[in-house]
């Protein structure tokens, strides 16, 4: 069987990994797969050791030979990733700004310009780095806009200080453990009657744990130690974490809190609360980022206008006349096929633990999910690994992939949402794994 790898990044090399090794560990006839790609580099892959002079990301000729020819395969799968073509939205007389880019075309802080007032599109990691960075940077001011507001939590388990009025310094640590990977899935997912993990009852748990718990550490339940911004309360339940943008990348937060906190944090349940537990409170100088609605449009003279969205970062600008110098859309990116007939499916489409369709096999989307938390990497090998097992020997499969297993891991999405396809990522992983026999038995755990 020859196979076509489209894409050599993380999710490519380990599905050319598995068709390359699936001889021996399936006894299946030998594969021979086929790998395109479109750039001259890959990342490096940790069974293929790098010599001491290969460069941080190898060349293609360390691993294929890089030829361009036609060839006909018996299945294809399809690793390109998400980031395809830059998603720019309509805004009326943007173009009357000065400089405006996608933010996959930011390089370095240059770009800001000195003394500028930089307006960034969108509330995501990649916004929230920019926001960071032009912090940093010769600016005048920084304001960031967004739709519904977001999700931000801290890369790593933060240190909490308890009892706070009695800690003159705090040595800060970065060993705490990464917030990806903090949940576990036994007795969660795994190993649960399929009654209970087929109910809402779950996310009602954690959805109340969740608000729970950030109030109590950090004074609001919106995000930690999050003061403005937060989702609005229609779209933020645990159910569906991807719809309102979770970010981990928190370093910008504090600037967009700063002109919020003091307020909040004065009535006398706050000022009892902080006094037992609180999230260290960072430093910033003086200087804030301005949070902003979403722009309804730029005038004749460039002026940016903001949606009355009936929150305290609208009344806060109300009034005010500002004329961003530069405008970075941090707005992400549209999938896009073009080396695909019409005929193919999307990842909207697929029916088999949203790796391919079940009316053709022979077609895997690989790394093509957005989980709540935690990595895609590992998730891609496992849905390459189901793949591979249900495309060259479906007689190994311990029993029929149900559709009726899927609710239980897939987020609940806004109809309004961009991106269609979130997972819980511990229980799609532990569904993955149940698919082809590989789950852990409970007596083993």
Known sequence: ??????????????????????????????????????????????????????????????????????????????????????????????????????????????????????????????????????????????????RDGFFCTPKRVPDLVFCPFLVTSLTRTDSNVLVDISNASLFDTAYVHRRLRDQILLWHYYNIFIKSTLWLVGGSKYGMAQWIGGVSDERYHASKSLCFSATKSNK?????????????????????????IQVPIVEIGGRHIDLAPWPTHFDEQGIVHFRNNNRPEFRRLKGQRIKPDVVIFATGYTQTFPFLSDDYPTPETLDKRSIWKSTDPSVAFIGFIRPSFGAIPPLSELQTQLWVVNLLRPALVPRPLSITDEPHYKLKMNNRSRIQYGVDHESYAYQLALGMGAASGFSQV
């Open 1 to 146: 069987m020859r196979v076509a790898v489209i894409g050599a990044g993380p999710s490519g090399l380990v599905t050319l990994k598995y068709q390359l090794s699936a001889c021996d560990s399936l006894g299946s006839d030998p594969v021979e797969p086929i790998l395109f790609e479109s750039e001259s580099s890959l990342t490096t892959f940790s069974d293929f050791r790098p010599q001491d002079s290969d460069p941080d990301f190898l060349l293609t000729d360390r691993y294929v030979d890089k030829t361009t020819a036609e060839h006909e395969c018996d299945a294809v799968a399809i690793c390109t990733g998400l980031h395809v073509t830059p998603n720019i939205p309509n805004i009326n007389g943007v173009d009357r700004v000065l400089k405006v880019f996608h933010s996959s075309e930011f390089k370095n802080r240059s770009q800001f310009g000195v003394g500028k007032t930089v307006l960034i599109l969108g509330s995501g990691e990649t916004a929230m780095d920019l926001g960071y960075l032009a912090m940093h940077s010769s600016i005048n001011r920084v304001l960031m806009s967004h």
């Open 252 to 276: 910008a937060m504090p600037y967009l809190s700063a002109p919020y906190r003091q307020e909040r944090e004065s009535s006398i349940v706050q000022r009892i609360r902080s006094s037992l």
